[in-house]
């Protein structure tokens, strides 16, 4: 009896909410071009800030870039789901017969390709400004793209805690650095790394490994979360 | 065997407040129950605890014999809520909202433009969700929950903001449903006329 209903594919669901999302983001831009704004704005004004000095400059772009990054990303991250929550299609999809880690991870799917891949992607016109040579822009836009994947996905579960709370921008905040600073520091090191000639594959290799981690493992977690803080 | 829902001493908290206590019914298909009761007393905390969003303090929901607990992605994939908060997207068109609820349910969308006529929104259709008034959102609501074809229809006051059509379509949308052999569960100020049997459940 019970299998009488029929269960659409979860990865259809899965693809549908990360394509509505991103009809959203097309339809309200504002959201997607602010943390972008945001990051081009921190790292450009930097380098007037500290003066035109070669050595500085390269020494410091990476931390800087990254910082940027995070905080951009950081930025992004409030609005995850708070508007969903207010006009009640949470709750919607909280009833919903598909999985709801399914249909989380179709939202952060939505979430880095609108916030995490458009960093990627601006980068390396930023990084002029500091003067980095081509090569180390290459590895930036490398540790970028598998860092903001596993920040995207971290910051879903803060998201998904601060979700009924008003203006919670600073409790998310303090919520997700910790387990964001792995990110920052493998991610700023590695770039200044391949700066001083270094080898990188090490930096590169443990990125990679966190972000497969949490991808694996913020959708539950998240879903979890959403269920607490929707009550 | 038919599938049934039944509730059996229902008892929900909401911080130090009781709502109710030791709450019981039974729906069976073709059964409409009513919940009534002032503003505040708790019909839409107990429809979201039905709908699994609350946990009850104690007693259980089963539908088909089964904990609603233990098998919440069957109970969830038989039932359809039509909640306050209508849950659609202000941005998107009515055709986007609807196809995209479409797809997270496996159905057709064959109906849709039948539906959408029946409802009287298919002029619409290219509209954000933005620009219509309340009434006419609730009526995408409404189609919303017409599409998904489920067994167990949970509405929280259908009747806001719609006209005299508008309520007399929906006292006529859930008696077909349940003539279908369908279940309703409906908070209402209002009363009610369908050819069905209707239970009542009066909330203090």
């Known amino acids: 009896m019970i299998e009488e209903f029929d269960t659409p594919g979860v990865m259809k669901a899965m693809f549908s909410v990360a394509k509505r999302d991103l009809l959203l983001a097309w339809k309200r831009p504002g959201d997607v071009l602010n943390p972008l704004f945001f990051f081009a704005m921190v790292a450009t004004l930097f380098p007037l800030a500290v003066g035109p000095s070669n050595e500085q400059l390269e020494f410091s772009g990476p931390g800087v870039l990254w910082t940027a990054a995070l905080l951009a990303t950081l930025l992004s991250l409030n609005s995850l789901f708070v508007t969903d929550f207010e006009d009640g299609s949470l709750d919607q999809m909280l009833v919903s017969s598909v999985p709801l880690p399914a249909l989380v991870l179709g939202k952060s799917i939505a979430h880095w390709l609108t916030s995490g891949l458009p960093l990627v992607l601006i980068s390396p016109i930023v990084a002029i400004t500091f003067r980095m040579p081509f090569s180390v822009t290459g590895v930036l836009m490398l540790t970028l793209l598998l860092g903001t994947v596993s920040l995207s996905m971290l910051g879903s579960i803060g998201a998904a805690l601060t979700v009924g709370l008003h203006r919670a921008t600073a409790l998310l905040s303090l919520l997700i650095l910790p387990l964001s600073m792995p990110v920052l520091i493998f991610g700023a090191r590695t770039v200044s790394l391949v700066a001083s000639g270094d080898i990188v594959a090490g930096g590169l290799y443990f990125l990679a490994a966190y972000a497969v981690l949490v991808v694996s493992l913020a959708p539950f977690a998240t879903a979890a979360a959403l269920r607490i803080s929707n009550e | 065997?038919?599938?049934?829902?039944?509730?059996?001493?229902?008892?929900?908290?909401?911080?130090?407040?009781?709502?109710?206590?030791?709450?019981?019914?039974?729906?069976?298909?073709?059964?409409?129950?009513?919940?009534?009761?002032?503003?505040?007393?708790?019909?839409?905390?107990?429809?979201?605890?039905?709908?699994?969003?609350?946990?009850?303090?104690?007693?259980?929901?089963?539908?088909?014999?089964?904990?609603?607990?233990?098998?919440?992605?069957?109970?969830?994939?038989?039932?359809?809520?039509?909640?306050?908060?209508?849950?659609?997207?202000?941005?998107?068109?009515?055709?986007?909202?609807?196809?995209?609820?479409?797809?997270?349910?496996?159905?057709?969308?064959?109906?849709?433009?039948?539906?959408?006529?029946?409802?009287?929104?298919?002029?619409?259709?290219?509209?954000?969700?933005?620009?219509?008034?309340?009434?006419?959102?609730?009526?995408?609501?409404?189609?919303?929950?017409?599409?998904?074809?489920?067994?167990?229809?949970?509405?929280?006051?259908?009747?806001?903001?719609?006209?005299?059509?508008?309520?007399?379509?929906?006292?006529?949308?859930?008696?077909?449903?349940?003539?279908?052999?369908?279940?309703?569960?409906?908070?209402?100020?209002?009363?009610?006329?369908?050819?069905?049997?209707?239970?009542?459940v009066v909330l203090q």
């Open chain 2, 1 to 200: 065997m038919t599938i049934k829902l039944t509730a059996n001493d229902l008892t929900l908290l909401r911080g130090e407040r009781c709502l109710f206590k030791s709450l019981s019914f039974a729906l069976s298909p073709g059964e409409l129950l009513i919940l009534e009761g002032q503003n505040g007393s708790g019909k839409t905390s107990l429809m979201r605890a039905l709908a699994g969003l609350l946990e009850f303090e104690t007693g259980d929901v089963k539908w088909d014999g089964v904990l609603v607990r233990k098998n919440r992605q069957a109970f969830h994939g038989s039932l359809v809520w039509m909640a306050h908060r209508v849950g659609l997207k202000a941005d998107l068109t009515l055709v986007e909202n609807l196809s995209f609820e479409a797809s997270l349910r496996a159905q057709s969308s064959a109906e849709l433009d039948d539906v959408m006529t029946r409802l009287g929104i298919s002029r619409l259709r290219r509209l954000p969700i933005r620009s219509l008034s309340a009434g006419q959102q609730r009526r995408v609501a409404l189609a919303r929950m017409v599409l998904a074809k489920a067994q167990l229809w949970l509405m929280d006051e259908p009747f806001t903001n719609l006209d005299r059509d508008g309520r007399t379509l929906v006292m006529k949308l859930v008696s077909e449903h349940l003539g279908r052999g369908g279940m309703c569960i409906m908070a209402a100020h209002q009363d009610v006329e369908v050819d069905a049997t209707v239970h009542k």
